[in-house]
């Protein structure tokens, strides 16, 4: 293993850091590991990006088209709600 030092961290982060561990259970040597890891599981926001634009919708999305039919329900609702016949 390797030793890793981060300097110049606010007390109230510190603090706060902590504090969290301790809720959880652990020390904070294990909890910043912990939130390392998490991090580094998910992907970066260009590689997550890249990901989309490889792989298209199957369909194209019509954004009107759904617009279109979110109305029309909520309009027959409102009818509904209001005893109009449909």
């Not at 981060?6 to 007390?11: G, L, P, Q, S, T």
């Not at 652990?26 to 991090?39: A, E, F, G, N, P």
């Amino acid at each position: 293993m390797v030793f890793i030092q981060v300097r110049n961290v606010e007390e109230d982060l510190r603090e706060a850091a902590k504090l969290r561990a301790t809720e959880l259970g652990l020390d904070l040597s294990t909890y910043v590991k912990s939130l390392i890891k998490r991090d580094l599981a998910r992907p970066s926001m260009s590689a997550w990006l890249n990901e989309v634009a490889a792989d298209p919708v199957g369909h194209p999305f019509d954004a009107a088209e759904a617009v279109r039919e979110a109305r029309e329900d909520r309009d027959g609702q409102n009818r509904r709600n209001l005893g109009f016949a449909e």
